[in-house]
């Protein structure tokens, strides 16, 4: 579903930019706290929890937030294959900006692990304590870390290409100002 | 707009070339996060591999603390404990526990006679969900003063280099007041009859906000007895576990649970350095142990006794260890967890 407008809305644009620095911390600090044993550790994961929730629900009135006001057309002259690669690509980051989190709450309450987010604000269990469930979520948390980190270098290099190379206005349509005259 | 289209037709391969260096940087810039490009950064895993035999660690066990057994009880706080921090633990009440009474060894099927140290893991639950987790040990103070040190022991002790352990205490010598202690100390012939202790400092918060910086110990109600290695070499492997069974079943056992208040400039960041005696101590409740239950269907099995699994009103301190133990024991729960059919529960608890 799409829209006649040239560019998402503003809160849509808001919401992107501000989840894109949340995941893209949220990546690097998981990847960070699972390789040091300093105190860094700790404090890393005092911020994975609430930062994955809170990515949790900005997904989530972000995927409202699609449903009302849909996203701009692609350009008429992408290559099918672009396009494609293009629309199955959201899919893909509004399963992980979704999934993550939760997958990771699964994880912590299969494992008996109290979800704190901060001070005296848990979360509850939404898991029976379970090593083989642990174990199968933990392995997909790890495994789509990745996964969440390439598909958004790809869509970095996709953008790029976008705004760079074909230069077709799909940058401009989530950019926070405009780069160039266009009509809103 | 037609004049940007129109150079980037004459220059496809700078602006590609951009678009690789961007999406580049990126890809390194997570690799270092990860440790890839660091071999020599301490990772969890490199500290937990350390802890395994020669043969490799025993698959579906914990990697160390491997040999335990679990029991049920609850502690009861008599509000002693409020003055120092508001957690909901020290509020007068009994508050249920599952715990963990264990051997500091990497082998499940240790003889108990054989290992040196003891421990205690313990999980306190209060109504309002803010659990308590703590792992103690019997030794009075830890081996080594850093997490690096730690590693270093683990990589002395494996290694077949008759000088290597030499070297390390030169560069640990604080080493040797453990050792001196691991030589001296009585043994005893039952976990009911030891002391457990925190070793690392942690932070109490009282009602007004104020830090109180303090270790903590399990005293035994039961009088220790001391008695020879030798003569505890000739009890079964398994002698702990069963006088623990047996002692329970017949009468619950007890513990103090006493906090110590540092005093300004005590050294908190090492847990190889005891306090002095002197400092003030507040009892501040009982731990009544009064079910014995063997791990493989027992309720510790699947609780990761990690020692940042903290309530409001305790925080970890300037220690370094409880966040590296924290990174180990998460590494050692994700391994053992995943290889849960190694460990097989008996039939009755194949059941759950």
């Known amino acids: 579903m799409t829209t006649s407008r040239k560019r998402f809305t503003a809160p849509q644009r808001l919401l992107h930019w501000l989840m894109a620095v949340c995941i893209l911390s949220m990546l690097f600090i998981g990847v960070g706290m699972v390789s040091t044993v300093t105190t860094k550790y700790l404090t890393l994961v005092q911020i994975h929890k609430p930062l994955g929730i809170a990515i949790l629900v900005l997904a989530l009135i972000r995927l409202s937030l699609r449903f009302v006001f849909h996203a701009p057309a692609l350009p008429a002259d992408m290559p099918e294959p672009m396009r494609l690669a293009a629309e199955l690509s959201q899919y893909v980051l509004y399963a992980l900006m979704i999934g993550m989190p939760l997958i990771g709450w699964g994880m912590l309450s299969a494992a008996s692990y109290p979800v704190v987010l901060f001070g005296s604000v848990h979360l509850p269990s939404i898991l029976p304590v379970s090593p083989s469930l642990h174990t199968l979520l933990w392995h997909a948390h790890y495994y789509l870390a990745f996964a969440f980190f390439a598909t958004i270098l790809m869509h970095v290099g996709a953008i790029l290409f976008h705004k760079l190379v074909r230069n077709d206005g799909v940058f401009d349509t989530m950019a926070p100002v405009l780069t160039h005259d266009q009509p809103e | 707009m037609r004049q940007s289209s129109v150079s980037s037709r004459t220059l496809p391969l700078t602006r590609l070339a951009i678009i690789a260096a961007v999406v580049g940087v990126a890809a390194v810039a997570f690799a270092y996060t990860a440790g890839w490009l660091s071999p020599d950064r301490l990772t969890p895993k490199k500290l937990v591999a350390s802890l395994a035999p020669p043969g490799g660690p025993a698959l579906g066990h914990r990697r160390n603390h491997a040999k335990g057994i679990c029991f049920t009880g609850t502690f009861e706080a008599n509000g002693n404990g409020s003055e120092l921090s508001k957690a909901q633990v020290f509020v007068p009440g009994q508050y249920p526990v599952v715990g963990r009474f264990n051997l500091a060894t990497a082998d499940p099927n240790a003889a108990d006679a054989m290992v040196r140290v003891r421990g205690l893991g313990i999980r306190i639950s209060p109504p309002n969900g803010q659990e308590w987790r703590s792992a103690m040990i019997d030794a009075p103070i830890f081996p080594v003063s850093t997490v690096q040190g730690f590693y270093d022991l683990q990589m002395a002790s494996a290694t077949k280099d008759p000088d290597a352990m030499k070297r390390f205490i030169g560069t640990h010598p604080e080493f040797l007041t453990f050792l001196k202690w691991a030589k001296s100390a009585p043994w005893t012939s039952s976990f009911a009859e030891e002391r ?113 699994v903290l309530p409001v009103g305790i925080t970890t301190s300037d220690d370094p260890f409880p966040s590296a133990r924290s990174a180990a024991y998460s590494r050692s729960y994700n391994s053992r967890t995943a290889e849960e059919k190694y460990y097989p529960r008996s039939a009755t608890g194949a059941k759950q």
């Open chain 2, 196 to 308: 457990y202790n925190s070793l690392n400092s942690f932070l109490f918060i009282d009602g007004s906000g104020t830090k109180h910086t303090i270790r903590w110990s399990l005293i035994p109600a039961a009088q220790p007895v001391s008695i020879s290695p030798e003569e505890l070499a000739k009890r079964g492997p398994d002698f702990l576990e069963q006088e623990i069974t047996q002692r329970v079943a017949s009468g619950p056992q007890h513990w103090s649970l006493v906090v110590t208040v540092s005093n300004p400039g005590d050294t908190t960041a090492d847990p190889n350095k005891a306090w002095p005696a002197d400092r003030r101590t507040v009892d501040v409740g009982t731990l009544t142990v009064q079910q014995i239950e063997q791990e493989a269907d027992g309720p510790c099995r699947d609780i990761n006794y990690d020692p940042t």
